[in-house]
């Protein structure tokens, strides 16, 4: 239920990042709220916190800080094309850089799993030697 008041309508801050579609569930909004990773105004907040048009919201998530600006409110989820209406990104273009570099180094950071997955054959052990002893003679 949108609540009003004499600022004008009014949500809590976890429908409203589920509602937008930043968070799968409402319960992972609610966590993050509680983990501190949303803040309104430099100051972490609570699930039930009321969030209000024109509020800017930073949300921490997947190694990115977002930064939204809210346009209005809801607290019934929408479709991928309307959240533009309820919300405004202003999230860095440097701070979606960082995540993309964090994301591959990730990505090149994994375990090795070869053909079959799990531990190395022998023949495999064999090449990784040959490419180690390769990399400390040149």
Do not use: H
Not at 46 to 62: Q, Y
Not at 74 to 103: F, H, I, M, P
Request: proline residues 3%.
């Amino acid at each position: 239920m949108v609540e009003m008041d004499a600022s004008g309508p009014s949500a809590r801050i976890d429908k409203w990042l589920w509602a937008i579609r930043i968070f799968k569930t409402r319960n992972q909004a609610a966590d993050a709220c509680r983990l501190n990773q949303v803040t309104i105004l430099g100051q972490p907040v609570k699930p039930s916190r009321l969030v209000r048009a024109g509020d800017l919201v930073e949300v921490e998530k997947d190694a990115v800080k977002r930064v939204l600006q809210v346009n209005d409110v809801l607290e019934k989820r929408v479709g991928a094309k309307q959240v533009a209406d309820y919300v405004e990104d202003l999230t860095s273009d440097e701070a979606w850089e960082k995540a993309r570099s964090a994301r591959e180094q990730m990505r090149q950071n994994r375990v090795y799993q070869g053909e079959e997955g799990g531990r190395p054959s022998k023949r495999d052990r064999r090449q990784m030697d040959a490419f180690e002893s390769q990399e400390m003679d040149g």
